[in-house]
């Protein structure tokens, strides 16, 4: 599949290198096109735009609402693992994901991976145990499909919670990101949601 990374830092570096492993026709999308960056062309955001089928979104979200709603993305899946930098450093009081749509009504907005570290995004196992990677989207086929994705990355536990309305939870995750990482020293962490089984005694 022809896949558009838009950001070429820790992040979408990290998601941009395991797409590329795993066979995927990847490029970058830069705002400064330049020579390949680890094996991945870096273009255009335009130029980009115009190879993916699906596009990720790897910026922040302040840069994102700038960028996209000018380019051509009508048709296309975008992932969204980003999240606004005043969400960060203050309350949430609106989500990308959510805006996203919005702005890009002929587009397909997955939220996903905005609640982890780039160095577990691809690679799951690097963290020991079953941990959790939550997915949401307007489109029920959209977010089908980025769990197949996620899974081709390795994640053995991908949570759907639905519509893009779940995005008022997810984003508020990424303060606590901060905090855990100030409180750990180190990103390789992550959320497990430990459920009882269907159909089994749940205590009652």
């Known amino acids: 599949m022809r896949i558009a990374v838009f950001g070429t830092g820790e992040v979408g570096s990290a998601v941009a290198g395991k797409l590329k492993a795993i066979g995927h026709d990847v490029v970058f999308g830069s705002r400064h096109p330049r020579d390949p960056q680890d094996g991945i062309a870096v273009l255009s955001h ?15 979200g302040e840069d994102a609402l700038a960028v996209f709603p000018e380019l051509p993305m009508a048709g296309k899946l975008l992932v969204d693992i980003g999240n606004f930098q005043s969400a960060i450093d203050g309350p949430v009081t609106q989500t990308l994901g959510e805006t996203l749509q919005r702005a890009l009504p002929q587009t397909r907005v997955v939220k996903a991976l905005n609640f982890v570290s780039a160095q577990l995004m691809g690679e799951p196992q690097r963290l020991e145990g079953t941990h959790t990677v939550f997915v949401a989207g307007n489109d029920a086929n959209a977010r089908e499909e980025v769990i197949r994705l996620l899974e081709s990355f390795g994640w053995k536990d991908v949570l759907d919670l639905g519509d893009l309305t779940a995005c008022r939870a997810m984003e508020q995750l990424a303060p606590m990101w901060i905090r855990l990482n100030q409180k750990l020293g180190h990103v390789y962490f992550n959320l497990a949601v430990v459920r009882a089984p269907e159909g089994g005694d749940h205590g009652n």
């Not at 335009?46 to 922040?60: P, S």
């Open 46 to 60: 335009e130029d980009a735009a115009r190879h993916g089928e699906w596009i990720v979104n790897a910026l922040h």
